[in-house]
């Protein structure tokens, strides 16, 4: 059985460098585009399942494989209670203890909001309840249409690893994806930060995501849609200095 990991386009509040959480921003004109360029990617590896978060952004991206999807609130973003909508600075400035925790890799709960591990609680059961459905065979594919911060936490669990380590798993980017296997009743992770935006070559901002080796599928995709040149603004559990 694989598991595809696909985050969602681009939306305002990405390029505005806001925390989304639960927050329900449409994708801008680049997400569509985004979601637009790598569905046929994802569609040719012909999946049998295809299940979304139930946030807005997340289901556009989904329904740009022309496939049935299943919704599913389990694999939502992180709650962020009321640092939703501030940026890095203002969330800094208004809630300096639980920024300055955060920077130092502690996984609190911000804003009110959820802690990665709670996160991570809830959307394994997405997985466990697609093994327990019996996929075909070994290459059986389940896409989840998701989150970044989402993801980190479904990989942490899946891979069984410690919460405190999950912030070693870089952030996605949008329309990226991460790829697991199962076999022998334990996951794998196969690729991660990949697909066709990850093959792009435009310069990155200084404040961008350096993109991960890509995977078999990637391809060039027109600088205007490079994921690299966008910030990942995804909140994300990981030590900062910046």
Not at 34 to 45: G, S
Request: glycine content about 10%; proline content about 8%.
């Amino acid at each position: 059985m694989r598991i595809l990991l696909w985050r969602h386009g681009r939306t305002a509040w990405n390029e505005l460098g806001r925390f989304q959480g639960h927050a329900d921003p449409p994708l801008d004109a680049t997400g569509r585009a985004q979601a637009r360029l790598v569905a046929p990617a994802i569609r040719a590896l012909a999946p049998d399942v295809v299940v979304s978060s139930d946030l807005l952004r997340c289901r556009t991206t989904a329904a740009e494989l022309g496939l049935t999807v299943q919704v599913d609130p389990r694999l939502r973003e992180i709650s962020l209670g009321e640092w939703s909508g501030l940026t890095a600075r203002q969330a800094a400035e208004r809630f300096p203890a639980e920024a300055a925790a955060w920077h130092r890799g502690e996984d609190v709960r911000r804003g009110g909001g959820e802690t990665y591990e709670e996160v991570g609680a809830r959307a394994i059961g997405v997985v466990e309840d697609l093994v327990a459905s019996g996929l075909p065979g070994d290459d059986g594919l389940a896409v989840l249409v998701l989150h970044g911060g989402t993801a980190r936490a479904l990989i942490g669990r899946v891979l069984d690893v410690p919460p405190s380590t999950w912030w070693h798993f870089g952030p996605l980017g949008n329309c990226r994806w991460s790829l697991l296997r199962r076999s022998n009743g334990r996951f794998r992770l196969l690729e991660h930060n990949s697909g066709p935006l990850a093959a792009t070559r435009a310069v990155p901002r200084t404040d961008a995501p350096r993109a991960a080796s890509a995977g078999p599928l990637a391809q060039a995709a027109p600088p205007a849609l490079d994921a690299s040149a966008a910030p990942d603004t995804e909140p994300v559990h990981s030590p900062s200095t910046s």
